[in-house]
């Protein structure tokens, strides 16, 4: 059995989790749990602390999101005092997640929030007021409600911390400490990761008791579920062959390492008659939440993304990764190549890379525990094409959409400037040491 095959065995039923619950699930065509679900579900609804350990694609969202979901059952929050609480590194993964989470809480009366920077603070303020149950959030914003105590965890009883690993990699750790020593002693928490390096063993020693663990092995980069080739090729012709592979069918992500890259690539790709989308942290929040939903409803699609904005991209059906630029180390590589071959599915993952690269290459895949077919590629030539299904491109340049920039609020007077002001200085001043979510 595929370690992504939902357990045939098992239902949510046997798993103990209230019936609201189940219904919305089937609702939404969901009937067997994957392993990482059946594997921490009891336990977790059991009020244990638990250690998850499963790369992104593994079902984390639901085995972590169900029984939150059924241990706040029929309690109510209170204005500014959320019952749960989850954790993400980015602002795109805690929009998934919400997702998943928004329609199971509202079908148990409850509901979730993103508290997230780059989105309206003002929206973020009323749900805390309505009393909402749920927040999904990224360390920076929340420890800013925190610090105008516009948020407190006097009530919260579950703390999740999903992609604990990526949280390490983009410097987290501190910020992510400041928060849970805030969370009340004994109450529930979950931590979900790919690695426990980095700081995250760390995190697990402190602030989880006595936790029940529980892998799933290899699923993110799977040799089994993904083909890895590497083109070798002359850096002249490295234009042509992405424009080429992008004209394909289906769902393709190209990773490059800059924001400056990520651009010139898209435009290179546009001018060849690609019509792409680019995700990085120089993108407002508005722009990158439609960007991603364009990528996610079209057959197919070009999505050219740079690492750090790519943590977030969670999407089934991508049957193409592509590193136009070579990763800094084995983990990005598997972090990339994992956006494909997901949920049970194949995929292909190609690495370009010029004749100087190779050996460098060459020591990525090795330590990322890869053999991939390594062959020297030409334009248009017959194993490009077989292997990507890449074609020439139209060569008609795609008009740029331009984005409106969002309106800045208009402050109603002097004094409300002025307060603005001298809130900014006492959080530069504050030495709370959070990361800035990019």
Not at 47 to 68: E, M, P, V
Not at 187 to 199: I, K, P, V
Not at 324 to 345: M, Q
């Amino acid at each position: 059995m595929s370690p992504l095959t939902a357990v045939q065995e098992t239902t949510f039923k046997d798993l103990g989790l209230h019936s609201d619950l189940i219904r919305t699930l089937n609702n939404q065509g969901i009937t067997v749990p994957f392993p990482i679900q059946a594997a921490t579900i009891p336990d977790a609804i059991a009020g244990c602390d638990i250690l998850g350990r499963g790369q992104t694609g593994s079902g984390k969202t639901l085995a972590f999101g169900l029984a939150l979901l059924h241990n706040i059952y029929g309690k109510r929050a209170k204005p500014h005092q959320p019952l749960a609480l989850v954790l993400a590194p980015t602002r795109e993964l805690a929009q998934q997640i919400d997702e998943v989470l928004h329609p199971l809480a509202r079908s148990i009366g409850h509901d979730s929030v993103v508290i997230a920077g780059g989105m309206p603070y003002g929206k973020q303020v009323n749900a805390l007021k309505k009393a909402t149950s749920i927040l999904v959030a990224t360390p920076g914003r929340l420890i800013d409600l925190l610090e105008k105590e516009e948020v407190s965890f006097e009530a919260l009883q579950i703390t999740v911390l999903d992609e604990a690993d990526q949280m390490a990699d983009m410097g987290f750790l501190p910020a992510v400490k400041q928060i849970l020593n805030q969370t009340r002693k004994g109450s529930q928490r979950m931590l979900f990761s790919a690695t426990l390096d980095r700081g995250v063993d760390g995190l697990v020693r402190q602030y989880l008791n006595d936790p029940k663990s529980h892998s799933i092995k290899e699923i993110e980069g799977s040799k089994e579920k993904s083909d890895h080739y590497v083109f070798v090729l002359d850096h002249a012709h490295k234009g042509d062959i992405s424009n080429q592979i992008a004209s394909r069918e289906g769902k393709s992500i190209f990773f490059v390492r800059t924001k400056r890259g990520a651009d010139k690539l898209a435009l290179n790709l546009s001018n060849a008659g690609v019509t792409v989308g680019t995700l990085h942290g120089g993108k407002s929040q508005a722009v990158r939440t439609r960007t991603l939903a364009r990528f996610k409803d079209q057959d197919s699609a070009v999505l050219v993304a740079t690492d750090v904005a790519a943590r977030g991209i969670h999407v089934d059906d991508i049957d193409l990764v592509v590193h136009f630029d070579a990763p800094a180390d084995h983990k990005d590589y598997l972090h990339r190549s994992g956006r494909t071959a997901r949920a049970g599915k194949t995929g292909r993952v190609v690495t370009l890379a010029t004749h100087k690269e190779q050996r460098t290459v060459s020591g990525i895949t090795r330590r990322a525990g890869v053999e991939p077919w390594v062959m020297a590629i030409k334009p248009l030539d017959e194993k490009l094409v077989s292997i990507t299904g890449a074609k020439a491109p139209t060569g008609i340049p795609v008009k740029e959409v331009k984005e409106k920039a969002p309106a800045m609020p208009r402050h109603k007077s002097a004094k409300h400037r002025a307060k603005r002001s001298r809130n900014r200085n006492k959080f530069a001043t504050s030495g709370s040491g959070r990361s800035r979510n990019s």
